[in-house]
């Protein structure tokens, strides 16, 4: 949240995603009606207004939710990718891992055709391991394609530049 009237300097998730994709030190104030945001060499100024939609925006930028036939993704706002079956609420139907990377790191351990039994990794299994190969076919980043429904087997597809 922006400080009050006796500009208080904050230093919140905002602030270190403009750091971060800047490179820059930032800091955030608030003067009255205003809000004021410094980077070395640069200070931009906005109504409250115009903060809190900006905040409103990238708050829906970090949560994103995609839903596919049978799996949904989400980005959420803390950086972590969740997994889940499509139409269903318990935890049992979905894996969180901290960040879309590390499902990219999972994904790139599998041989060129795997299963679910080649979905090894720390707490997920039977269902959570067949929900994990469906939604790698049917996520666009991942070029695999479903091969098999019995046993459920997925195929990567070669790559043309070599990576």
Sequence with gaps: MIGGEFGVVCHGVLTLLIEKFS?????????????????????????????AALRAELGEALTERCEYVHTVGTHRADGSYVVSRRGADSSGHRKVFDGFAALREQYATLPATFTAADVDMPGVTGGRRHLLVRHVVEHPVFDCTLTARQPLTAEKRPSEGGG
């Design 23 to 51: 490179g820059d030190e930032v800091s955030v104030r608030s003067d009255g009606d205003r809000v004021v945001v410094s980077l070395p060499g640069r200070t931009h100024t906005v109504s409250r207004d115009a903060a």
